[in-house]
């Protein structure tokens, strides 16, 4: 397996639910991303985790918790989700480090989440 | 406000018609200029990093300029493989791992 792969592909859940998305980075690298992606507007980055560390929240509901046990695994668990939530969610990971070139990051093919 | 703005929304092109897509950015201390391609029901494909006004990147039929407050992708001749939607994302200096994106350009290329 190579690149960034997420599972599932796709989820229905109910607002009730509660649900986990898995994201896996075969690229050696050390910090990973979270996305929201919603129809004909611009991703919305969620999360940013450095060497496991979480760097960024970009002021997301508490009822997306996301996880990082290490730097080649992401988790994001879904909990009382409302409709408005449904989206593309993307996880991608990029070489860390502060400063400097380079950050380009690389997108795994998403989950598609349907909330009911 | 930071923004990112992409133009046009949609563009509808024939075989071989080349064109040019749109990122005009209002950031301060950009760090680099991305841009991806994003398939239906894909992630977003890594195209090309951009770090200075002048700065030129080339990958087969498409072609990336970067100037002080925009960015081009230039489409030669190209096919309807070429059909897509073209993102650009900005980083900032003091922002490292966020990326800003622009809203897309839809890409339709039709024999």
């Known amino acids: 397996e190579t690149g960034v792969t997420q599972t599932p592909r796709h989820l229905v859940m109910g607002m009730t639910n509660k649900k986990s998305l898995k994201c896996e980075q075969h690229l050696g690298h050390n910090a990973m991303y979270w996305y929201k992606q919603s129809a004909k507007k611009p991703l919305e980055l969620m999360f940013v985790y450095n060497f496991k560390e979480q760097t960024e929240n970009n002021s997301v509901p508490s009822r997306f918790s996301p996880e990082c046990p290490n730097s080649s695994h992401l988790f994001l668990h879904l909990h009382t989700l409302q409709p408005e939530d449904s989206a593309l969610y993307l996880c991608?990971?990029?070489?860390?480090?502060?400063?400097?070139?380079?950050?380009?990051?690389?997108f795994g093919p998403g989950t598609r989440l349907t909330v009911l | 406000e930071d923004q990112v703005t992409q133009s046009p929304e949609a563009l509808r092109l024939q075989e071989g018609e080349s064109s040019s897509l749109n990122c005009s950015y209002t950031v301060s201390g950009l760090r680099g200029l991305f841009w991806y391609r994003q398939d239906p029901g894909k992630g977003p494909e890594f195209l090309f990093t951009l770090y200075s006004a002048g700065e030129e990147k080339e990958k087969e039929r498409l072609k990336a300029t970067l100037t002080k407050k925009e960015s081009f992708l230039h489409i030669t001749a190209p096919k309807p493989e070429d059909s897509a939607t073209y993102l650009c994302?900005?980083?900032?200096?003091?922002?490292?791992?966020?990326?800003?994106f622009g809203a897309g350009t839809q890409v339709v290329v039709t024999p």
């Open positions: 994302a900005v980083r900032k200096t003091d922002s490292w791992g966020k990326l800003q």
């Open positions: 991608a990971s990029s070489p860390a480090g502060a400063g400097g070139m380079g950050n380009e990051q690389f």
